[in-house]
């Protein structure tokens, strides 16, 4: 999905990200599959959408590429170099370049350290700087974020939520990153908090050309900032485009039930669209059955859904769907 001159920050292809899980101590281990064969990419200096809802598999995506997990399969690919089966130390060089916001601005910051050893952690663990360097360094990213020198002292208690947001995002800067995997950072917060932080992010992605992993469900906000963005359900990525492709011409029926569920401010236009709502609850994610994952919810599943699972493909303009209607005769929606 990459244009001409837009060179790729990260590729994934085929990831796999299966836990195994027992029910006692004689039963035979059976696979959780979280991730299931997912592939996209992102190029630099963009924002890819991640949306789904809980328990899909999106976090464990986020999490995955970082190599917080060892993936089960597929490849990792960061600036070409290919991350999958790098050890912890070989993975040195990259943590510095990768780094994650976390979604509970509460419980992600230690509350027995000062704002300033939080944000300079990083900065010492990777040894970046000398003591009067981190000091400068510290400073400089307290305000990138909308903060004051003076907060350095204080510790996180002290502070509300969207401020603690600031200085989780000051941390994952102290590294020096150009991939930032954004893991639900707004969900915690206040509604007229969470503008803010979106602002701030998009203001640092203008000025330091970040390429941005952001994982949420709440699509408005995945419209207002993501440049693509992919549909998890079940561990497959199940549509992915351009993100005015994907909101205005949206293909798969499981996209459609999430956007139809999206408040709309417009009165008349809230009128003509009716809310798609899916029956049933999400399959359990272990020994999932064959075929479509999404066919036990679907209104149009056919009898090939139960058969073959859909593969991700290209419709035009780099609109991927993976559903049996726009890959076989079926008469699509
Ligand atoms: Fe529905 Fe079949 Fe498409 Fe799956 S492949 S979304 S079950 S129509």
Redesign the pocket.
């Known amino acids: 999905m990459s244009g001409q001159n837009e060179k790729t920050c990260l590729k994934v292809q085929d990831l796999k990200m299966y836990f195994p899980v027992k029910n006692g101590l004689f039963s035979k281990p059976r696979q959780l599959k979280a991730v299931d064969g997912v592939s996209f990419a992102i190029p630099e200096g963009k924002t890819m959408g991640l949306v789904g809802e809980s328990g899909c598999g999106k976090t464990t995506v986020g999490r995955t590429i970082l190599k917080l997990y060892q993936p089960t399969g597929g490849k990792i690919i960061f600036q070409g170099e290919d991350l999958t089966d790098l050890t912890d130390t070989q993975m040195l060089p990259f943590r510095k370049k990768m780094q994650m916001i976390f979604q509970d601005p509460y419980t992600s910051l230690d509350p027995r350290m000062t704002v300033e050893s939080i944000i300079a952690e990083p900065i010492r663990a990777l040894k970046l700087y000398g003591p009067a360097e981190c000091r400068d360094r510290v400073r400089e990213l307290i305000q990138m974020v909308g903060l004051k020198p003076d907060h350095l002292n204080r510790y996180p208690h002290e502070f509300s939520g969207g401020q603690r947001q600031r200085i989780g995002i000051a941390r994952a800067l102290a590294a020096e990153p150009e991939f930032i995997v954004c893991d639900e950072p707004i969900s915690a917060l206040d509604v007229s908090i969470q503008a803010q932080v979106i602002n701030i992010l998009e203001e640092l992605q203008e000025r330091f050309g970040f390429t941005y992993l952001f994982i949420s469900h709440d699509l408005s906000m995945v419209r207002h900032i993501s440049h693509q963005v992919g549909v998890m359900y079940l561990g497959n990525l ?1 549509e992915y485009a351009p993100v005015d492709e994907l909101f205005d011409h949206m293909l ?3 996209t459609r039930s999430l956007i139809s569920a999206v408040p709309v401010a417009d009165p008349i236009q809230a009128r003509e669209s009716s809310r798609i709502v899916l029956q049933g609850d999400v399959p359990s994610p272990i020994d999932p059955p064959p ?5 036990a919810r ?5 009898e ?2 139960g058969q073959e699972k ?1 593969e991700l493909m290209d419709v035009g303009g780099g609109h991927k769907v ?5 890959h076989t005769n ?1 008469k699509p929606l």
């Not at 075929?291 to 066919?295: A, E, I, R």
């Open positions: 199940i798969h029926p499981y075929g479509c994952p999404f066919k679907c209104a149009f599943a056919r090939i859904c859909p993976a559903c049996h209607l726009y079926i």
